[in-house]
């Protein structure tokens, strides 16, 4: 798909770069300088014609071709910031990680060729960035100048990718194992210690990915981030930062309105967007499994009731009621005839994950005192989020192997 993409406004950029910076400080990172971005930039390109030459003619090829790259890395360098305007300060916060910035300009790119070809008008074109919140979503608000800025929280990816690789390991169990396997289990349980735990999955521990599951893995990973961003998107488009509401019907049950068209908006975009279709048809299903299986572990630690359904029309919709009013809508769209294989395969991949924190639950129970001497909520700020991750991992993993023994 070729694709652009569109000018933001340098205003909101600089608001942005006024949270991060805030953020970082408090951390104690430095920002990027322009030569501290161009050298990274430029190092990403050689690691990537390296990384093809090993690939294709082993390492003598490798070494060969390192040495006449030159004129390659600089035109590949150019062509990279004359599509993406990376070297643009009006463009993208100098506080974005390189990665984080290459990854979201792309996603961006596809999106808004995709809401060009519906004639979805975006009035104002958000600015889009990552905040070092730890969480797994992302929000839209407005800036104080008045423009729309998506803000992603930098847990997210991180999240995505353990819930990509969740839905293989899990579906190729559940069809060719007759059940989870440990090292799926673990999975559930890395993220479930980190993220309620430490309020962050930032450091959890992702599997190795064997090479026959590698492209699935990837193009999971990618539908998710497409359909969180393309939602963001929906909501701008639909005017929902506005002060009218985006419909007419009770005051009260706008809020889930917004969240149910949206996710409609995200689905449609993230199929025609998606690196594979079918992905792009798991992503939505697969992102809400995950802040399902969340909230339920999150319930379970404080010791509360978990609530797949919520209590008032007025309050935000779950994950459990968004899968249901996205399969509700699906049914009416000639999307259930094209791909209703892979919408039952993406349901039936939301109840294995549950099936997993069922699992983890009673374990998860169990370990809750002892998680909890790491809880930063309860003793502050850690210094070694390294060794915070590696002590709830491994307490929660001894008492989830210790009940699948004893069942």
Not at 195 to 217: H, W
Not at 340 to 353: D, K
Request: hydrophobic share 40%; proline share 5%; aromatic share 10%.
């Amino acid at each position: 798909m070729a694709v652009t993409i569109a000018k933001r406004p340098p205003e909101a950029v600089k608001e942005l770069e006024a949270m991060q910076q805030q953020e970082r400080a408090g951390a104690g990172e430095p920002a990027l300088s322009t030569e501290d971005f161009e050298r990274l930039l430029r190092e990403e390109i050689e690691q990537e014609l390296i990384s093809n030459r090993l690939k294709k003619g082993g390492l003598q090829a490798a070494i060969k071709g390192a040495m006449s790259d030159q004129a390659l890395v600089e035109e590949k360098y150019r062509a990279r910031l004359n599509a993406w305007r990376f070297d643009d300060p009006s463009q993208w916060s100098r506080y974005e990680a390189l990665g984080s910035r290459s990854q979201i300009a792309e996603i961006c790119a596809r999106i808004e060729s995709v809401f060009a070809t519906h004639n979805w008008r975006l009035k104002e074109v958000p600015v889009v960035g990552t905040l070092t919140t730890g969480q797994v979503t992302a929000r839209t608000q407005r800036s104080l100048g008045g423009n729309p800025i998506v803000l992603i929280d930098n847990g997210f990816f991180r999240f995505s990718g353990i819930m990509s690789q969740l839905a293989v390991f899990s579906s190729y169990d559940a069809k060719f194992r007759g059940g989870l396997t440990e090292a799926t289990l673990q999975l559930v349980s890395d993220l479930v210690a980190t993220q309620i735990v430490l309020n962050t999955c930032l450091y959890a521990y992702l599997r190795s990915t064997p090479p026959d599951f590698q492209t699935n893995v990837v193009q999971l990973q990618d539908a998710i981030s497409l359909f969180v961003i393309s939602h963001e998107y929906a909501h701008i488009a639909a005017g929902d930062l506005d002060a009218h509401p985006l419909t007419h019907e009770p005051q009260d049950r706008t809020l889930r309105v917004k969240e149910f068209e949206a996710d409609k908006v995200g689905f449609t975009t993230v199929v025609e967007a998606a690196q594979d279709a079918r992905a792009g048809v798991f992503a939505p299903f697969l992102f809400f499994a995950g802040l399902d299986l969340l909230d339920r572990a999150l319930a379970a630690y404080k010791s509360q009731p978990a609530q797949p359904e919520s209590n008032s029309p007025a309050d935000y919709p779950t994950p459990y009621e968004r899968t249901r009013s996205l399969l509700t809508w699906l049914e009416t769209t000639s999307d259930a005839a094209r791909f209703g294989e892979q919408i039952r395969a993406a349901s039936a991949c939301y109840n294995i994950v549950l099936s997993a924190w069922d699992q983890i639950l009673l374990p998860f129970s169990a370990a809750r005192e002892q998680l909890s001497q790491f809880d930063p909520a309860l003793h502050g700020p850690s210094r070694y989020p390294e060794a915070d991750v590696f002590g709830v991992v491994t307490i929660l993993w001894q008492y989830v192997l210790a009940h699948l023994r004893q069942a």
